[in-house]
């Protein structure tokens, strides 16, 4: 993370990495219940900051911690969701959940739940924007807390594992991990973006 690697000399490794640690897992828990933060940018930081420590350990840490942050936030929107979706009036978090999944996305979704179940839950967070959309085809199939929980797990180690492994190609292209850092950065962004710059422009050529 680039606080970690902009940590002043007085700071030992292991200072640093008890406030990181921590950070990291309360951004990444924070970005999976409200999702304007770039948690897929945060863990590859952690990962260029890991890699250039070249410590297993570290590259460990950043996995577990994001993996487990991402897994508790998802299960705790979900069960949000759920109580909105028993409640006569709904709640804000189920109402965030929609807004966040446009009409279209979310009848993709619920063609492929229906089609793959807990497949799509899996995939649904290695495709930017697409995890909210699966989320909310879940509530509105009534999967139980249970059921959702159990997809789900796979679905964030393979998504922390995506994300690092992106860190350690960024940092491992350059010897300054700031330069890592930012080239990991990028490319997050880009991918993210990648999906929607492409149905904008599908969307102009078929006009």
Known sequence: MSWLAAAPAT???????????????????IGALVPVVPTGALVSSAAVVAFHRASPL????????????AFLGDAT???????GMGSKNGSR????????????????????????GVAVLVLSRLVPAGRIPVMLACLMARWPVRRFV??????????????????????????????????????????????????????????
């Open 58 to 69: 570290s590259m460990l840490l950043v996995f577990a911690t994001a993996s487990l942050a």
């Open 150 to 207: 159990r997809g789900n797990f796979p679905a964030c180690l393979a998504w922390a594992v995506t994300y690092q492994l992106i860190g350690v190609l960024g940092g491992s292209l350059f010897p300054e991990p700031w330069e890592g850092v930012v080239a990991a950065v990028v490319l997050t962004v880009v991918i993210s973006a990648a999906p929607g710059a492409w149905r904008r422009l599908r969307g102009v050529v078929t006009r």
């Open 93 to 116: 978090w189920l109402e965030a959940i929609r807004a966040r999944a446009p009409e279209d996305r979310l009848a993709q979704a619920q063609a492929k739940l229906a089609e793959h």
């Open 11 to 29: 700071t030992t490794p292991d200072s640093a990495q008890v406030i990181g640690y921590p950070s990291l897992f309360l951004l990444v828990l």
């Open 77 to 83: 929107l979900y069960w949000l969701g759920r109580r």
